[in-house]
């Protein structure tokens, strides 16, 4: 379970297209329930809308009313219809407008979803979708990260996928895993990333990512700050300097070994996170590599993260809290002078 | 103990008890000259005991009055090596005695850096660290191009290829290290050879080392002691080869196959423990725990046997944990003799050069030695389920095991190494 090096998306049909983040998400979503019939949709206008982000444009016509079900404005009745949908069998996949108002589903996902298995020995296959993170302007309820939310609840895991094809893959991993996911679909990457996507359902092994390899420092990230982590330290931007880039693409579980080899080879690490900096999944990082990487430290743990505030309206505000190219720029530069 | 009637005294320099199990040691080298000043906890000289290298620390500051062993003499554990004059000034030897006034000694004032202290300049990170003590690495001489002249690890590494290359070591600017010649896993595993210790071996012509001389004598002790046969069996490794490459140790994917060899060995010495014994004179003696020698190359320095202790009691990934540590702590020269002692079969295993077979000689008292070699792909006829023949590409290897007639027979040879291949052509972890 190393990391995969490069972008690797997994052996599928033959037959790669060009499709945006969103696109790769609303495909994977088809692929599998057409592959599965098990598999159905419930959410806030996903139906004759087509879904906020239109990820589901097109699923009413094609699975019937049957299958893809618009539901009341009520994220804890999603989530508790779609965990007694899977105790009986099915796959339900929900999605949350924003991820933001996941909290109002989280009973029902944390006390539930989470413990059923340990409770009842019943498996609860739902996934949820969680469209996340700032970066457009979209304010406090409509801009945040919750993934940490979630890894601190026992019994659901929790991906964040950075690529075109690992969205895919990811959501389809997801949908067939027995247990509760939360899958983080980056709003601001939808339309802005685009990648090589095999065509046909395949689903991706939740492990960790080299997104670029390199030697003198590891930036370890997941979702957006992957790429602009890859923007961030393109060598001619830091005298020649060879930084890797890890993408994590599973917080939960935390791909623990591919985390301790990048940081055997590196020595030095900066992790970013686009949430709010306090008890984030790259504190979780910082704290396993303390215990379990000290030994192959050349320099202190590096974090770059927003600040402990809610994600402001105003654009130059916005800009200045989230952790932009060049705050991690400086972050590297500087410890690779260290 | 003695004492002058001046206001000097000594303290004697004594050979330490390396281990449990041991009774004399060798003085290797003194590293201080009689009249040298020594500070506590100072190396003044290096001591070897069955392979097991170590230092001797000063017991006390002072000057190195009297040397009482010299380099190559073979003492008992307790026995006066030397002796140490502590003078009431505590003055360093080169000093002018008249500036102190008897107090504290003048810091600052003669050669002694302090080593500790403030200057973060020699404050060195974990990694930094570790990889100046598997090398023996002196990082006062390691000149820093971090902040403030700090030692990155990129320093030491450049000064390691330095030493390497055979350059003074002097610091010129920190050239990009190649890639980190940190954790090996096992004797199976290439790894850049390590440092030579500077001053020994190498050098072709001379004088054979200590540590040659002795496995030199260990060898023909065997050879002249043991009815030494050796009995080769064909193993197919197709399972162990396909369960090794997902097989997770220590947080890492992927083992070598000489675990899986070891738990094979270990669970066919159960089924035929006469081979897990030692033979000394014609007092012949079968044991319980299998206490299991793993063959560690050394470079150009030699070879040593550590033991894992109970090996029975360890799954293959256990074995795989503990063959890694103990190959990293033989390179770092850091065994010690408990660590080399109790064995009850050996495995030797340098097969990462290709060879395919060899005679290995049996590891005295023991009776029986097992050597892996190359796992290498060969056409092999297969018998398909309804008994038709077919020829097919199979990961195959050669076990040779050296024993000793004295204390068996050939076809119990031939068992035992059945035992082994049955279950490596059975395994599933």
Redesign the interface.
């Known amino acids: 379970m190393t990391a995969q090096t490069a972008t690797r998306p997994s052996p599928a049909a033959a037959g790669t297209r060009r499709l945006t983040y969103l696109q790769a998400i609303s495909e994977g979503l088809r692929d599998e329930m057409r592959a599965d019939e098990r598999v159905f949709v419930m959410g806030e206008d996903i139906g004759v809308f087509g879904g906020a982000f239109k990820v589901t444009d097109g699923f009413l016509e094609e699975f019937g009313p049957e299958r893809v079900i618009d539901t009341p404005l009520a994220e804890s009745a999603i989530i508790g219809t779609a965990v007694g949908a899977a105790v009986v069998g099915m796959r339900p996949v929900c999605e949350m407008q924003f991820a933001d108002f996941i909290s109002c589903g989280f009973d029902q996902l944390v006390n539930v979803a989470g413990k059923m298995h340990y409770r009842q020995g019943l498996a609860v296959p739902i996934t949820v979708r969680l469209p996340s993170g700032g970066g457009f302007s979209g304010g406090p309820f409509h801009s945040q990260n919750p993934e940490a939310w979630f890894m601190h609840a026992p019994g659901l895991k929790v991906v964040a996928p950075s690529t075109p094809a690992d969205a895919k893959g990811l959501l389809i991993a997801a949908i067939r895993d027995p247990n509760p996911v939360v899958f983080l679909e980056h709003k601001h990457l939808y339309r802005r990333i685009k990648g090589e996507v095999p065509a046909g359902p395949y689903a991706t092994e939740l492990t960790a990512r080299v997104a670029r390899p390199g030697r003198d420092l590891v930036v370890i990230a997941y979702g957006a700050m992957v790429h602009v982590a890859l923007e961030a330290t393109a060598p001619e931007a830091l005298d020649g300097a060879q930084v890797e880039v890890l993408d994590l693409r599973t917080l939960v579980p935390l791909d623990e070994a591919a985390i301790l080899d990048a940081v055997r080879r590196c020595s030095k690490v900066v992790i970013v996170d686009e949430a709010n900096a306090t008890c984030a999944a790259g504190a979780q990082v910082a704290a396993l590599i303390a215990q379990r990487g000290f030994e192959h430290l050349d320099g202190p743990v590096v974090r770059v993260a927003t600040p402990d505030v809610p994600i402001p309206f105003s654009p130059p505000l916005e800009q200045a809290v989230l952790p932009s190219v060049e705050r991690v720029r400086e972050a590297c530069r500087e410890l690779l002078a260290y | 103990m003695s004492s002058s009637p001046t206001e000097t005294t000594t303290v004697d320099i004594v050979m330490p008890q390396m281990g449990v199990s041991v009774a004399e040691g060798i003085v290797v080298a003194w590293k201080v000259a009689v009249g040298d000043p020594v500070a506590a906890d100072e190396t003044v000289c290096e001591i070897s005991s069955d392979k097991i290298d170590a230092e001797v620390p000063a017991p006390a500051s002072g000057v190195l009055a009297e040397i009482v062993v010299e380099a190559g003499e073979t003492v008992d554990v307790g026995a006066v090596l030397g002796r140490i004059s502590t003078a009431g000034g505590a003055a360093p030897g080169g000093a002018p005695a008249d500036g102190g006034d008897g107090g504290a000694p003048a810091d600052g004032a003669t050669a002694p850096a302090p080593r500790e202290g403030g200057d973060l300049r020699r404050t060195y990170?974990?990694?930094?660290q570790?990889i100046a003590r598997e090398h023996g690495i002196d990082l006062a001489e390691v000149r820093g191009t971090?902040?403030d002249g700090?030692v990155?690890?990129?320093d030491v590494l450049a000064y390691l290829e330095r030493q390497r290359a055979g350059a003074p070591a002097a610091d010129g600017p920190a050239a990009a290290p190649a890639?980190?010649p940190?954790?090996i896993e096992s004797p199976y595993i290439p790894e850049p050879a390590p440092a030579a210790r500077p001053a020994e071996a190498a050098a072709p012509g001379g004088v054979l080392s200590a540590m040659r001389r002795q496995i030199g004598a260990h060898m023909k002790r065997s050879l002249e002691t043991a009815a030494t046969c050796t009995t080769w069996m064909e193993v197919d490794m197709g399972r162990v080869e396909a369960w090794r490459r997902t097989a997770?140790v220590g947080?890492?994917?992927g083992m070598t196959a000489l675990p899986i060899v070891a738990r094979c060995v270990i669970d066919a010495l159960a089924e035929h423990p006469a081979l897990n014994a030692t033979l000394e004179g014609d007092r012949y003696a079968v044991h319980e725990d299998v206490n299991l020698g793993i063959a560690v190359s050394l470079g150009d320095d030699g070879l040593i046997v550590p033991v894992i202790h109970r090996a029975q009691e360890l799954s293959a990934e256990g074995l795989a944990v503990r063959i890694r540590e103990l190959a990293a702590r033989a390179r770092a020269r850091e065994l010690t003799p408990d660590d080399v002692r109790g064995g009850t079969f050996t495995i030797t295993n340098p097969g990462q050069w290709g060879a395919i077979m060899a005679t290995p000689v049996i590891n005295q008292p023991q009776v029986a030695i097992l050597d892996l070699e190359a796992i290498v792909k060969r056409p092999v006829v297969v018998e398909g389920p309804d008994g038709t023949d077919a020829i097919a590409i199979r990961p195959q290897t050669i076990l040779g095991l050296s024993w000793d007639h004295r204390a068996l027979d050939g076809a119990l040879a031939a068992q035992f190494l059945a035992a082994i291949r049955r279950r490596l052509e059975q395994w599933d972890g």
């Open positions: 990170s974990p990694v930094v570790r971090g902040r700090r990155r690890k990129q890639e980190p940190l954790h997770r947080g890492r994917t």
